[in-house]
């Protein structure tokens, strides 16, 4: 649904709380498409609309519609993104959605896409959303705040093999098992409500040469992160939807930032962008030639200034694709 909230919901200048990532490598890989008369770009993962208000900015007949779950980062956009009126259209969805999204909005095709993946600076910066372990806050970990279950309810109910499961396949996580049995025994004795107390039962739980080397909680958090959100999931409903909706010359942009939402983003985009031809045929068969062709080698990283100048973008891993022939 379109998303709407009464003025002056939040007085928070949202360009002072967030700096995009690889904002300038975005706007090139997407003008040629957002330059489009009449053109459409959908920004799956608004934010707090940085990289929507300079699209919007570059590009005075472009029409965005932005997408989040999060519904305070979208009042946040919609300060920022108010100057350009009925060109910036903000819809309260999961990326996922975007199809209903798009048609929601009385289109049927789009110029450009840009997934902007993982948790939010907002949701980094607010500790009470239960995001980081460096902050003792209740731990929610939803992206959207009205709907799901949360990170302490999860942990407060799955079984020892599913925790096991969780932090295996999300965090990629060696010990998964050993803090999946502390869990276990920790809850008896009273719930997991707060990441700090998570932190101290995984604290304890890690052999010293461990915790030598890395924070115990970091892939456990990501891990309960991406479960809580179904961030995998939705990402593999997400990125076949929205490659399907380009129209000819259509371009995707992802920037993902971890492994398992970069494996999977290589994995699509190369799949569409290879000759379906069957091997030993003298010619290659139109109905077979590639339907995208990639616009980046390989992952893209930001450069050392970009990373000086936002840490945020340093685990960051850009892939881009243009589509070369029509499906239907």
Known sequence: MTHQEPAGLDARDPSELHVPVLLDRC?????????????????????????????????PGLTVIGLDRDTEALALAGTRLAPFGERAIRVHAVYDEIERAVRGAGFSRIDGVLFDLGV???????????????????LDMRMDQSRGETAAEVLA??????????????GEEPLAGRYARAILAARAEAPIERSGR??????????????????????????LRIEVNSELSVLERAIPAALDLLSLGGRAVVM???????????????ARSRSTTPPGLPMELPEHSPEFRLLTRGAELADD??????????????????????TR
């Open 120 to 138: 939010s600076s907002l949701q980094l910066d607010e500790a009470d959303r239960g995001f980081a372990y460096a902050q003792d806050a209740p």
């Open 157 to 170: 109910t799955a079984s020892e093999g599913r925790l096991r499961a969780i932090f295996e396949r999300y």
């Open 198 to 223: 998570l932190v101290d039962v995984l604290q304890a739980a890690t052999p010293a040469a461990v915790r030598d080397q890395r924070h115990p909680a970091k892939r456990v958090f990501q891990a």
């Open 27 to 59: 706007l090139d890989l997407l003008a040629p498409v957002a330059a489009r008369p009449g053109a459409v770009v959908v920004d799956a993962t608004l934010g707090m609309g940085g990289h929507s208000a300079a699209m919007l900015a570059a590009h």
């Open 256 to 270: 993902a930032y971890q492994s398992l939402e970069d494996r999977f983003v290589k994995r699509e985009l190369s």
């Open 305 to 326: 200034a970009e990373r000086a100048r936002n840490p945020r973008a340093i685990p960051v891993r850009l892939r881009a694709a243009e589509r070369l022939r029509e």
